[in-house]
């Protein structure tokens, strides 16, 4: 199947225009569904041809203009417009296939009950797995949905419903006219779906989910439905532009690849989202700023969008940073920029560290394949940090002001950057462009360093940071105060700060205090030295997710030893207060330990880890969310195998905590990975939840065992097995290798590198891409390995998103390497 290049959607979107879509589908059948799609469209130059996508398992009939074409035309994906007039008519019937893959239209078997759910995917290019189209986002029309199920199923689309007529057995659904929808926005869910509504301020609301999950969406409804209030009410006053998709739904659904996708009308979201078991309140956060970055679409992205993928960030950069700030200032998630800053920005760096990094804006994405790979932490992460940076610089009145005028002058058509920074320019009164030319389209991260009184900036591209140093001192009660705070505009390699002259040394001067710039932060030696005494002391969130971020950037590029940060989460972590800072800080911790420390040496700092654990779990004052987080880590950390079986028979369990059903299948896993558990015990777990996440914590348990035959079985599904779904596929993928089974797995090394290549050109992109992401080598932290994959990059028939994903974590393993090293 070929991916569509930006040369021709360029050619395309200036031949034709595209009036209207119909797309009548009939779900009724199991093994495949019947599509048929009637496109109107008008031709710049009659006489003149052009291409349709579709990928049809049966191809039946295709009219244009009344004049029948042949089927057997069909050339892969594509299928040649001839002779066109300058308006025309196509008529596509075809079959197609439903996938396992959340990609197209997504068939789901609940093993709880029996129900099938159905939800359509048409990101990136995958909306020609569901209607014949012109599948690029450029062309934008008028949606009418029809869909023809089984009786007793709901049905939604983008737009609301027009009509029912019950039939046979069936029942079809007809859908209003939606606004024009680029294509890859088109959705549908179908199936015996659970649905919970509301209304607010003129606009219809829905909530959706599979019926074994209703009675823990009917507890949390009343707070999804406040947080949709909410950032309703604030999108509306920041953007002077209503909602303007009609309804507003949200479809929690099973077995979706993404967090979730901005569907207007029916945003799509992981049905994770539907907590049934106890969860921090870092996790209702991420639900909350979720809703929130998807709703932040409905104007960037779905209002106006992208012309093609090389202005991405147009989408998704300003839906993580209004997702975020309407977050922080809406909802009860006050610490939303805390999150950003641990965890989203600490994703950025990492991202635009490695060989394969890009510019947020890149001038050129040659096809619709190499643009799926630019989804990571530049385009959302360090985007909207950058947007933070450009609100900061221009002042929050002229940023929003010009926004304003940007939807309004290109509301539902597509717009560029240039025309973005227009906007932009206009309402500020300031030339835009050396801004944008050194934040968007230059890629890396700068590193920024205190020497006396001037901040120092290195890194291959110079670019303006406003940043604050906060000064701070321990007080008499032990306490670390803000004496003083001084902002000041960075630019070039260095600059003089003349706030700080005439100030006494602070014990602790911390750079880009507030977290204004995504840059590298490294600290001068005696405040460095200071951490561990102040950052328990700090009150300010954000200012410790500062110190926490720059010390594990430090020990990752391989600057500091990792007993570092195992001395700060021991120093630090028992006085923490924010749950996200608990949470992060001892994965990154985790994660760096199981790669960079040898084994004789990773054994030692995964007990003094699991000691702070235990230190929190018996703190009752700790609170439930952050006595949670350490419980979880304390059952990832811990090798007593005894205790963890004790907890899944109800004893020894710490007072105030509960063993619920997913912290129950943790330490299952725990236990498969410690080899304290056969099969037969997975499997006697499994028959007391026979849901869809048992069901994938099973098969991740399965083959987290250390048991050749367990691996074997696990390596098979990961390459061979077609008919998994995507999530046990990952599941499977996730168990695989462990730091515990080095010389287990050590036969599966060479064989990631000579098997997958074929795996991942048979699979879907996404799919593919995330299982060569789990399912890779990473705790072989060996030269051997980084020959064999320095081999496999030197192939010229890797897939995008596979080459990518190994020069990463061949990079990674360089730095782990370095760290052993030291």
Same mark, same amino acid.
């Given at each position: 199947?070929?991916?569509?290049?930006?040369? %021709?959607?360029?050619?395309?979107?200036?031949?034709?225009?595209?009036?209207?879509?119909?797309?009548?589908?009939?779900?009724?059948?199991?093994?495949?569904?019947?599509?048929?799609?009637?496109?109107?469209?008008?031709?710049?130059?009659?006489?003149?041809?052009?291409?349709?996508?579709?990928?049809?398992?049966?191809?039946?009939a295709v009219s244009l203009n009344g004049v029948a074409l042949d089927p057997a035309a069909l050339d892969g994906n594509r299928l040649t417009l001839a002779d066109l007039r300058a308006d025309n008519v196509?008529?596509?019937?075809?079959?197609?296939?439903?996938?396992?893959?959340?990609?197209?239209?997504?068939?789901?078997?609940?093993?709880?009950?029996?129900?099938?759910?159905?939800?359509?995917?048409?990101?990136?290019?995958?909306?020609?797995?569901?209607?014949?189209?012109?599948?690029? #986002?450029?062309?934008?029309?008028?949606?009418?949905?029809?869909?023809? /199920?089984?009786?007793?199923?709901?049905?939604?689309?983008?737009?609301?419903?027009?009509?029912?007529?019950?039939?046979?057995?069936?029942?079809?659904?007809?859908?209003?006219?939606?606004?024009?929808?680029?294509?890859?926005?088109?959705?549908? !869910?179908?199936?015996?779906?659970?649905?919970?509504?509301?209304?607010?301020?003129?606009?219809?609301?829905?909530?959706?989910?599979?019926?074994?999950?209703?009675?823990?969406?009917?507890?949390?409804?009343?707070?999804?439905?406040?947080?949709?209030?909410?950032?309703?009410?604030?999108?509306?006053?920041?953007?002077?532009?209503?909602?303007?998709?009609?309804?507003?739904?949200?479809?929690?659904?099973?077995?979706?690849? /993404?967090?979730?996708?901005?569907?207007?009308?029916?945003?799509?979201?992981?049905?994770?989202?539907?907590?049934?078991?106890?969860?921090?309140?870092?996790?209702?956060?991420?639900?909350?700023?979720?809703?929130?970055? %998807?709703?932040?679409?409905?104007?960037?992205?779905?209002?106006?969008?992208?012309?093609?993928?090389?202005?991405?960030?147009?989408?998704?950069?300003?839906?993580?940073?209004?997702?975020?700030?309407?977050?922080?200032?809406?909802?009860?998630?006050?610490?939303?920029?805390?999150?950003?800053?641990?965890?989203?920005?600490?994703?950025?760096?990492?991202?635009?560290?490695?060989?394969?990094?890009?510019?947020?804006?890149?001038?050129?994405?040659?096809?619709?394949?190499?643009?799926?790979?630019?989804?990571?932490?530049?385009?959302?992460?360090?985007?909207?940090?950058?947007?933070?940076?450009?609100?900061?610089?221009?002042?929050?009145?002229?940023?929003?002001?010009?926004?304003?005028?940007?939807?309004e002058a290109h509301a539902f058509g597509n717009a560029t950057l240039t025309d973005l920074l227009g906007a932009l320019s206009a309402a500020s009164g300031r030339d835009l462009s050396d801004w944008a030319?050194?934040?968007?389209?230059?890629?890396?991260?700068?590193?920024?360093?205190?020497?006396?009184?001037?901040?120092?900036?290195?890194?291959?591209?110079?670019?303006?940071?406003?940043?604050?140093?906060?000064?701070?001192?321990?007080?008499?009660?032990?306490?670390?105060?803000?004496?003083?705070?001084? %902002?000041?505009?960075?630019?070039?390699?260095?600059?003089?700060?003349?706030?700080?002259?005439?100030? #006494?040394?602070?014990?602790?001067?911390?750079?880009?205090?507030?977290?204004?710039?995504?840059?590298?932060?490294?600290?001068?030696?005696?405040?460095?030295?200071?951490?561990?005494?102040?950052?328990?002391?700090?009150?300010?969130?954000?200012?410790?997710?500062?110190?926490?971020?720059?010390?594990?950037?430090?020990?990752? +590029?391989?600057?500091?030893?990792?007993?570092?940060?195992?001395?700060?989460?021991?120093?630090?972590?028992?006085?923490?207060?924010?749950?996200?800072?608990?949470? +992060?800080?001892?994965?990154?911790?985790?994660?760096?330990?199981?790669?960079?420390?040898?084994?004789?040496?990773?054994?030692?700092?995964?007990?003094?880890?699991?000691?702070?654990?235990?230190?929190?779990?018996?703190?009752?004052?700790?609170?439930?969310?952050?006595?949670?987080?350490?419980?979880?880590? &304390?059952?990832?950390?811990?090798? +007593?195998?005894?205790?963890? &079986?004790?907890?899944?028979?109800?004893?020894?369990?710490?007072?105030?905590?509960?063993?619920?059903?997913?912290?129950?299948?943790?330490?299952?896993?725990?236990?498969?990975?410690?080899?304290?558990?056969? /099969?037969?015990?997975?499997?006697?777990?499994?028959?007391?939840?026979?849901?869809?996440?048992?069901?994938?914590?099973?098969?991740?348990?399965?083959?987290?065992?250390?048991?050749?035959?367990?691996?074997?079985?696990?390596?098979?599904?990961?390459?061979?097995?077609?008919?998994?779904?995507?999530?046990?596929?990952?599941?499977?993928?996730?168990?695989?290798?462990?730091?515990?089974?080095?010389?287990?797995?050590?036969?599966?090394?060479?064989?990631?590198?000579?098997?997958?290549?074929?795996?991942?050109?048979?699979?879907? #992109?996404?799919?593919?891409?995330?299982?060569?992401?789990?399912?890779?080598?990473?705790?072989?932290?060996?030269?051997?390995?980084?020959?064999?994959?320095?081999?496999?990059?030197?192939?010229?028939?890797?897939?995008?998103?596979?080459?990518?994903?190994? !020069?990463?974590?061949?990079?990674?393993?360089?730095l782990a390497l370095a760290a052993r090293a030291r």
């Amino acid at each position: 199947m070929r991916s569509l290049t930006q040369q %021709e959607a360029t050619d395309r979107a200036a031949a034709i225009t595209v009036e209207s879509y119909t797309i009548d589908l009939d779900v009724t059948t199991g093994d495949a569904f019947r599509s048929t799609s009637t496109v109107a469209f008008r031709a710049a130059d009659p006489g003149s041809a052009t291409f349709v996508e579709l990928k049809p398992v049966r191809l039946h009939a295709v009219s244009l203009n009344g004049v029948a074409l042949d089927p057997a035309a069909l050339d892969g994906n594509r299928l040649t417009l001839a002779d066109l007039r300058a308006d025309n008519v196509l008529t596509v019937e075809a079959d197609m296939a439903y996938s396992n893959s959340s990609e197209g239209l997504h068939r789901f078997v609940d093993p709880a009950d029996g129900g099938v759910y159905l939800h359509a995917t048409s990101f990136l290019d995958e909306a020609q797995r569901v209607f014949a189209c012109f599948d690029q #986002p450029d062309l934008k029309a008028p949606v009418t949905m029809r869909v023809t /199920a089984p009786s007793g199923w709901t049905v939604a689309a983008n737009a609301a419903v027009a009509a029912t007529t019950p039939g046979d057995g069936t029942t079809r659904w007809e859908f209003a006219t939606t606004w024009p929808l680029a294509t890859y926005f088109v959705t549908v !869910i179908a199936g015996p779906y659970h649905v919970v509504e509301s209304t607010h301020d003129g606009i219809p609301m829905a909530i959706y989910c599979k019926a074994s999950a209703a009675e823990h969406l009917d507890k949390d409804a009343d707070e999804i439905f406040e947080i949709t209030r909410q950032c309703l009410d604030r999108f509306h006053e920041l953007f002077g532009f209503r909602y303007p998709f009609g309804k507003y739904d949200q479809a929690f659904v099973p077995e979706f690849n /993404a967090g979730a996708m901005e569907n207007p009308g029916l945003v799509v979201i992981r049905d994770e989202y539907v907590f049934r078991s106890a969860v921090t309140d870092s996790e209702r956060e991420l639900r909350a700023t979720t809703i929130a970055h %998807e709703m932040a679409h409905m104007w960037f992205g779905d209002l106006v969008t992208m012309r093609w993928w090389d202005d991405l960030w147009l989408n998704e950069s300003f839906a993580e940073y209004m997702g975020t700030r309407v977050t922080a200032e809406a909802t009860r998630f006050r610490d939303a920029w805390t999150t950003f800053g641990m965890r989203r920005k600490a994703w950025g760096y990492e991202t635009d560290q490695r060989p394969s990094s890009h510019p947020v804006a890149p001038t050129s994405v040659p096809d619709s394949a190499d643009a799926l790979v630019n989804f990571d932490g530049i385009s959302y992460a360090k985007g909207a940090a950058a947007l933070r940076q450009l609100v900061a610089w221009v002042g929050d009145e002229a940023f929003l002001a010009g926004i304003r005028a940007h939807f309004e002058a290109h509301a539902f058509g597509n717009a560029t950057l240039t025309d973005l920074l227009g906007a932009l320019s206009a309402a500020s009164g300031r030339d835009l462009s050396d801004w944008a030319a050194r934040w968007l389209r230059e890629p890396g991260v700068n590193t920024l360093r205190v020497d006396g009184l001037a901040v120092l900036q290195s890194g291959a591209v110079l670019r303006p940071h406003r940043v604050a140093l906060g000064l701070y001192d321990h007080g008499p009660d032990g306490v670390a105060t803000l004496r003083r705070r001084v %902002e000041v505009d960075v630019d070039g390699a260095r600059t003089e700060v003349a706030g700080l002259r005439g100030e #006494p040394a602070a014990d602790l001067l911390l750079l880009n205090d507030g977290d204004l710039t995504f840059a590298k932060v490294r600290l001068d030696p005696t405040s460095a030295a200071a951490v561990p005494t102040v950052l328990p002391t700090l009150r300010d969130s954000l200012s410790r997710a500062v110190l926490w971020t720059s010390t594990v950037d430090a020990v990752r +590029d391989a600057e500091r030893p990792v007993g570092d940060l195992v001395d700060l989460l021991v120093a630090a972590l028992p006085a923490e207060t924010e749950v996200i800072v608990v949470v +992060d800080a001892l994965l990154q911790g985790r994660s760096l330990i199981d790669r960079y420390l040898a084994p004789g040496e990773r054994a030692a700092a995964l007990a003094r880890v699991a000691a702070v654990c235990e230190t929190l779990v018996g703190n009752a004052a700790a609170g439930a969310s952050r006595r949670l987080a350490a419980m979880r880590a &304390l059952v990832d950390t811990t090798v +007593d195998a005894p205790r963890l &079986l004790g907890w899944l028979d109800g004893s020894g369990v710490p007072d105030g905590l509960q063993v619920d059903t997913d912290l129950r299948w943790r330490v299952v896993h725990r236990l498969a990975v410690l080899g304290a558990i056969d /099969a037969d015990r997975i499997e006697a777990e499994l028959a007391g939840d026979r849901s869809a996440a048992g069901t994938e914590w099973a098969a991740r348990a399965r083959a987290a065992r250390p048991d050749p035959a367990a691996k074997a079985a696990a390596w098979h599904a990961v390459i061979n097995d077609d008919a998994l779904s995507n999530r046990l596929l990952e599941a499977n993928g996730r168990g695989l290798f462990q730091p515990e089974q080095i010389e287990l797995t050590a036969p599966y090394v060479a064989r990631y590198f000579r098997e997958m290549p074929g795996a991942a050109r048979r699979r879907n #992109p996404y799919a593919a891409e995330r299982l060569a992401d789990l399912a890779f080598p990473r705790y072989h932290v060996s030269a051997e390995t980084r020959d064999l994959a320095a081999a496999m990059l030197a192939s010229d028939d890797l897939t995008p998103g596979l080459r990518r994903i190994v !020069i990463d974590n061949d990079d990674d393993l360089r730095l782990a390497l370095a760290a052993r090293a030291r």
